[in-house]
């Protein structure tokens, strides 16, 4: 979104109860799983007869939770596009404009407009006398003794974005007189989807057609993945020095490309309807590809790069000026993309300033890689740093998606701003590539667990929309998931799958039955509800401290054993599992003695 983010709410566990307390967790900016997109782009891949609303009804009841719903194009009768013809400075106003614009009725219209991009030549939105725009009714005024027959509008007053600082500004060769939703494609909807964190593979619109189709009982459109023809022989060498880390990585060059050639407007409009604003095109045509498909892409000036391309760990003390133009130090826990063994992009966060494409860039190399969820997590937090790619994987990215992504972005590249491609150019550690799951799928487990039966050909039916390689068996099915499912691994998880698709509102609620077994309690062992009322009786207070706490704490109480570090900390200062209560407890009484809170007596059970 343009809009700045909301603040968010951050739950605080409190380590003393009804004391004074100031243990808080540190409030980094956490990304939320979200995912905008086009309704038309969604309709795209995925032909489905449901409504908007019974889309957005399918959306959440599958898991996808659509969290809004933003109609685009509605009420936008009489609008249409039209050139403006001349503009002189109207006498009484200096941030006024007297318009002359062809609305393609074979008269002028007289239109006085106060937006800055106003110019002879611009062609924009025009609302004809008895539009209406919003709560607005567009009839004949005068502004300052001057008549105008209509408005040039913003994209912000016609509700299709957040930008009101100038008209929008329409392509050059936009059709005059033509209606404007006819034009835009309109009526369309950006939705917003909430996802939890084990559906990476629905940041795509791709993804999020297969669970549509399963759904609504259709099918995904199949794809056109030509692979492009290669014309020129400019090649360069692709070196994996991080293992399991970044198993694949492909790379193209394309020579004599248009940089300043514009966004097309059905691009341009996809991605400002998914909540992306468009920037040139090169930078576009990744984001596109990224949206379309889930998979990251940068592309490199092929001018600013000297030789052979590497991905290794960054070395410590080494530094990389990045696209938005911080400096970041760097140590050996970042993977990072070479040119000639120098640093050139943050590998799977954020590419290098200096070798940024530019409108100067005639030849471009592009990238899409592969890089383990492992050795992304928490780098991009190190920095501050949250970008759309590092979102993607660090949940986890189809490893089979870098050969689609690239021939799809340079058959983009190719069409809208000319050049030639050289052949792809692919380095790929096989052994280190996530294998799909082969699982069995038994039909007396799927009853068991949900506690109804399914019909095969239902089983059948929703797996293979799924996307899954589904095999009948006597008991069951081998099935294999596909690929970009890395949160489907075991047999429940399959089953969850079907319940999910099948609908959760057609497995009926029943009372669990059978006898309960009466267990005679030990006398040798006391439970925790009577340990907790007898040291409350006694005068003191329970509390309830982090279960993951700052290294140096433990080293400070010489616990030197083998310890638990986290993977993915929020923070250095929570960063390691606690191996015993008593560091947490004695932190508590300091911080509630240093505040001169009288009798502090705690305790805590764990």
Same mark, same amino acid.
């Given at each position: 979104s343009s809009s700045p983010d909301p603040p968010r709410r951050t739950g605080r566990f409190c380590p003393t109860a009804e004391m004074t307390c100031t243990a808080q967790a540190p409030a980094p900016a956490l990304q939320e799983d979200i995912m905008k997109f086009s309704e038309n782009w969604l309709r795209s891949h995925v032909p489905t007869s449901a409504s908007r609303d019974e889309l957005s009804a399918v959306l959440t009841a599958i898991g996808l939770e659509v969290e809004e719903v933003t109609p685009l194009g509605g009420g936008l009768d009489k609008v249409v596009v039209a050139r403006i013809v001349d503009a002189v400075r109207h006498p009484e106003a200096d941030r006024l404009q007297i318009c002359q614009v062809d609305a393609g009725q074979g008269t002028l219209l007289q239109i006085v407009c106060g937006a800055p991009n106003a110019r002879p030549g611009l062609v924009a939105p025009l609302a004809l006398v008895g539009a209406r725009i919003g709560a607005l009714d567009i009839g004949p005024a005068k502004l300052r003794g001057v008549d105008s027959n209509g408005m040039l509008c913003s994209a912000r007053e016609l509700g299709l974005d957040s930008d009101a600082s100038g008209l929008f500004e329409l392509p050059d060769d936009a059709p005059v007189g033509q209606e404007l939703v006819e034009y835009l494609g309109l009526p369309d909807a950006s939705i917003e989807i909430k996802l939890t964190p084990n559906r990476a593979d629905c940041f795509s619109l791709r993804g999020i057609a297969f669970d549509v189709a399963a759904a609504t009982r259709c099918e995904v459109l199949p794809r056109v993945d030509e692979a492009v023809t290669a014309v020129g022989r400019r090649e360069l060498t692709i070196d994996l020095q991080a293992g399991a880390e970044a198993p694949r990585y492909l790379g193209r060059v394309i020579e004599g490309v248009d940089a300043r050639a514009k966004t097309p407007l059905w691009m341009a409009e996809r991605l400002r309807r998914s909540g992306v604003r468009p920037v040139s095109l090169l930078v576009d045509i990744t984001q596109y590809v990224m949206l379309e498909l889930g998979q990251p892409m940068h592309a490199y000036d092929l001018a600013m790069l000297q030789g052979r391309i590497g991905v290794r760990r960054a070395r410590a003390g080494e530094r990389l000026m990045l696209l938005d133009g911080r400096d970041a130090a760097l140590d050996d826990s970042f993977l990072v993309v070479t040119d000639a063994d120098r640093p050139v992009g943050l590998a799977g966060l954020m590419g290098g300033f200096d070798t940024r494409v530019t409108d100067a860039t005639t030849a471009v190399f592009l990238e899409a890689?592969?890089?383990?969820?492992?050795?992304?997590?928490?780098?991009?937090?190190?920095?501050?740093?949250?970008?759309?790619?590092?979102?993607?994987?660090?949940?986890?990215?189809?490893?089979? %998606?870098?050969?689609?992504?690239?021939?799809?972005?340079?058959?983009?590249?190719?069409? %809208?701003?000319?050049?030639?491609?050289? /052949?792809?150019?692919?380095?790929?550690?096989?052994?280190?590539? /996530?294998? /799909?799951?082969?699982?069995?799928?038994?039909?007396?487990?799927? &009853?068991?667990?949900?506690?109804?039966?399914?019909?095969?050909?239902?089983?059948?039916?929703?797996?293979?929309?799924?996307?899954?390689?589904?095999?009948?068996?006597?008991?069951?099915? &081998?099935?294999?998931?596909?690929?970009?499912?890395?949160?489907?691994?075991?047999?429940?998880?399959?089953?969850?799958?079907?319940?999910?698709?099948?609908?959760?509102?057609?497995? /009926?609620?029943?009372?669990?039955?059978?006898?309960?077994?009466?267990?005679?309690?030990?006398?040798?062992?006391?439970?925790?509800?009577?340990?907790?009322?007898?040291?409350?009786?006694?005068?003191?207070?329970?509390?309830?401290?982090?279960?993951?706490?700052?290294? &140096?704490?433990?080293?400070?109480?010489?616990?030197?054993?083998q310890l638990v570090p986290l993977a993915n900390p929020l923070s250095a200062e929570l960063a390691v599992m606690r191996p015993a209560l008593l560091p947490g407890l004695v932190a508590t009484l300091g911080r509630n003695a240093a505040r001169q809170a009288g009798r502090v007596r705690v305790f805590e059970l764990g």
């Amino acid at each position: 979104s343009s809009s700045p983010d909301p603040p968010r709410r951050t739950g605080r566990f409190c380590p003393t109860a009804e004391m004074t307390c100031t243990a808080q967790a540190p409030a980094p900016a956490l990304q939320e799983d979200i995912m905008k997109f086009s309704e038309n782009w969604l309709r795209s891949h995925v032909p489905t007869s449901a409504s908007r609303d019974e889309l957005s009804a399918v959306l959440t009841a599958i898991g996808l939770e659509v969290e809004e719903v933003t109609p685009l194009g509605g009420g936008l009768d009489k609008v249409v596009v039209a050139r403006i013809v001349d503009a002189v400075r109207h006498p009484e106003a200096d941030r006024l404009q007297i318009c002359q614009v062809d609305a393609g009725q074979g008269t002028l219209l007289q239109i006085v407009c106060g937006a800055p991009n106003a110019r002879p030549g611009l062609v924009a939105p025009l609302a004809l006398v008895g539009a209406r725009i919003g709560a607005l009714d567009i009839g004949p005024a005068k502004l300052r003794g001057v008549d105008s027959n209509g408005m040039l509008c913003s994209a912000r007053e016609l509700g299709l974005d957040s930008d009101a600082s100038g008209l929008f500004e329409l392509p050059d060769d936009a059709p005059v007189g033509q209606e404007l939703v006819e034009y835009l494609g309109l009526p369309d909807a950006s939705i917003e989807i909430k996802l939890t964190p084990n559906r990476a593979d629905c940041f795509s619109l791709r993804g999020i057609a297969f669970d549509v189709a399963a759904a609504t009982r259709c099918e995904v459109l199949p794809r056109v993945d030509e692979a492009v023809t290669a014309v020129g022989r400019r090649e360069l060498t692709i070196d994996l020095q991080a293992g399991a880390e970044a198993p694949r990585y492909l790379g193209r060059v394309i020579e004599g490309v248009d940089a300043r050639a514009k966004t097309p407007l059905w691009m341009a409009e996809r991605l400002r309807r998914s909540g992306v604003r468009p920037v040139s095109l090169l930078v576009d045509i990744t984001q596109y590809v990224m949206l379309e498909l889930g998979q990251p892409m940068h592309a490199y000036d092929l001018a600013m790069l000297q030789g052979r391309i590497g991905v290794r760990r960054a070395r410590a003390g080494e530094r990389l000026m990045l696209l938005d133009g911080r400096d970041a130090a760097l140590d050996d826990s970042f993977l990072v993309v070479t040119d000639a063994d120098r640093p050139v992009g943050l590998a799977g966060l954020m590419g290098g300033f200096d070798t940024r494409v530019t409108d100067a860039t005639t030849a471009v190399f592009l990238e899409a890689a592969h890089f383990a969820p492992a050795a992304i997590m928490g780098r991009g937090r190190k920095l501050g740093l949250h970008t759309d790619a590092g979102h993607r994987f660090e949940r986890g990215v189809d490893p089979a %998606l870098p050969r689609t992504a690239i021939e799809l972005a340079s058959r983009l590249v190719l069409e %809208l701003a000319g050049g030639t491609p050289s /052949p792809v150019t692919e380095a790929v550690r096989e052994g280190d590539l /996530p294998q /799909p799951s082969l699982i069995m799928l038994r039909r007396a487990r799927i &009853q068991r667990v949900l506690g109804i039966a399914i019909a095969d050909a239902e089983v059948e039916r929703i797996l293979r929309a799924l996307g899954m390689h589904v095999d009948p068996v006597g008991e069951g099915w &081998q099935v294999t998931s596909p690929s970009r499912r890395f949160d489907i691994a075991i047999e429940e998880d399959l089953i969850e799958e079907l319940a999910r698709i099948h609908g959760y509102d057609r497995i /009926p609620t029943t009372l669990p039955g059978g006898a309960s077994r009466v267990a005679m309690p030990t006398e040798t062992r006391l439970d925790e509800l009577s340990v907790r009322r007898q040291l409350v009786a006694r005068g003191l207070q329970e509390t309830l401290n982090f279960a993951f706490v700052d290294a &140096q704490l433990l080293a400070h109480w010489q616990f030197t054993g083998q310890l638990v570090p986290l993977a993915n900390p929020l923070s250095a200062e929570l960063a390691v599992m606690r191996p015993a209560l008593l560091p947490g407890l004695v932190a508590t009484l300091g911080r509630n003695a240093a505040r001169q809170a009288g009798r502090v007596r705690v305790f805590e059970l764990g």
